[in-house]
């Protein structure tokens, strides 16, 4: 396992890593999970004073525009971690006077991107590495009791993805909607995450161009039948449409929340019921409005041996996604679910800000469940995505 692999586990476990960039050292600890003792702890072995790193969408959420994906804070006076706590993720909080702020260096950018993958709140406090402490800390590296991580190797990881993906487990699994399917387990070479392709029907029988829907697990609305959104909906609804044209795949990906996870998912609720929409709900705990990397899905649909779709989504990023990866999107299919009392503001966000293609359904117009396909221009071609 990559080190920077490795590093993304400590952080979920509330530990310090110390991440290397061109002679400097650094130690970084995520803000979830900080207390005041580990904070103390931290800056004792760093001797250094420790400073917050918060990535840019946090800062505008702070009313800060700034240049870069993370800014450095350093304070006269340090808050306590409840103080941290609340500049990281707390609605309606201001900078404290006595605060300077400077773009994020190689280091603390790293930090971000890593809480982000590790999906924790990406807010880090920071230590640099003083000269008197260097040999402490070096020791504690050679004793396996601190993980060092170059800080280049952690963005690449971050910037990539975990590496190939492992076909590890298939069985037959009857559906309700569709009752000749096969689920086929696939591990991410970190092994933070797994995936599932559906396959619906004989292969032998899918039409050329195979359907394909790719659906971001969604634990409350897939499982629970949660009324905030339409994913459970969209979800069985897909499977139904799949087996409906022949068969095909539905891609299951580990991607809650828009790629934020559950707990931050959580966090944006709360938000979102404070009045803010989906969107600005995800800045204000420093997330873009789409944290999601579709090229696992490239990735398997290639090991499937698909390169062909007519796919079925309201998300013009999934085909773009997919198109830029090389797989020929001959056509889109709208898949749609109700729309409720509960679920209807954050349906028109996913139209109006995300740019979804949602208008139609939202007019009340006819449900193009049963509608043709619309084609889609071939890749490359004048026009295409």
């Known amino acids: ?39 103390a702890a931290a800056q004792a072995l760093a001797g250094s004073a420790a400073r917050l790193v918060l990535s840019r969408h946090r800062m505008a959420a702070l009313g800060q525009t700034v240049d870069g994906d993370a800014q450095e804070l350093a304070f006269e006076s340090l808050p306590a971690c409840q103080g941290l706590r609340e500049l990281a993720w707390t609605r309606g909080v201001r900078l404290p006077a006595q605060c300077t702020a400077k773009p994020a260096e190689r280091c603390e950018d790293a930090a971000v991107r890593l809480l982000a993958r590790a999906q924790l709140v990406p807010a880090a406090i920071v230590c640099p590495v003083s000269p008197a402490q260097a040999a402490a800390v070096a020791a504690e590296v050679a004793s396996g009791m601190l993980l060092a991580v170059d800080a280049d190797e952690a963005l690449r990881l971050c910037h990539s993805g975990s590496g190939q993906l492992t076909r590890v487990s298939e069985a037959r699994v009857p559906l309700s909607e569709a009752d000749d399917s096969r689920f086929i387990l696939f591990r991410e070479a970190d092994g933070m995450h797994e995936h599932v392709a559906i396959l619906i029907g004989e292969r032998a029988r899918w039409p050329e161009a195979v359907p394909v829907r790719l659906h971001s697990s ?31 795949v539905l891609l299951y990906l580990t991607q809650e929340g828009r790629g ?7 966090r944006a609720y709360g938000l ?19 944290e999601r990397n579709f090229r696992v899905a490239h990735e398997m649909l290639e090991q499937l041996d698909v390169s062909r ?48 293609w949602l208008h139609d359904l939202l007019n009340e117009q006819d449900e193009p469940a049963s509608a043709e396909p619309e084609r889609l221009p071939a890749p490359g071609a004048a026009g295409g995505a």
């Open 1 to 39: 396992m990559r080190q920077a692999e490795r590093a993304i586990f400590d952080l979920r476990r509330g530990l310090p890593i110390l991440l290397r960039d061109a002679g400097r050292n650094v130690l970084i600890q995520a803000v979830e999970g900080l207390n005041d003792d580990t904070l």
């Open 218 to 248: 969604c634990l409350t609305g897939d499982l629970f039948g949660s009324l905030r959104c339409d994913c459970g909906e969209q979800l069985r609804r897909g499977v139904a449409a799949i087996r409906a044209q022949g068969g095909g």
């Open 260 to 266: 934020i996870g559950l707990a931050n998912k959580l």
């Open 272 to 290: 979102q019921d404070e009045g803010l929409d989906t969107i600005d709900a995800d800045q204000v705990i420093g997330f873009s409005k789409d």
């Open 309 to 356: 779709v007519l796919l079925l989504t309201n998300n013009p990023g999934k085909v773009e996604a997919l198109q830029r990866a090389g797989i020929n999107v001959v056509a889109r299919q709208a898949i749609y679910g109700e729309v409720t009392a509960q679920n209807q503001r954050y349906l028109h966000t996913k139209a109006n800000r995300h740019g979804h």
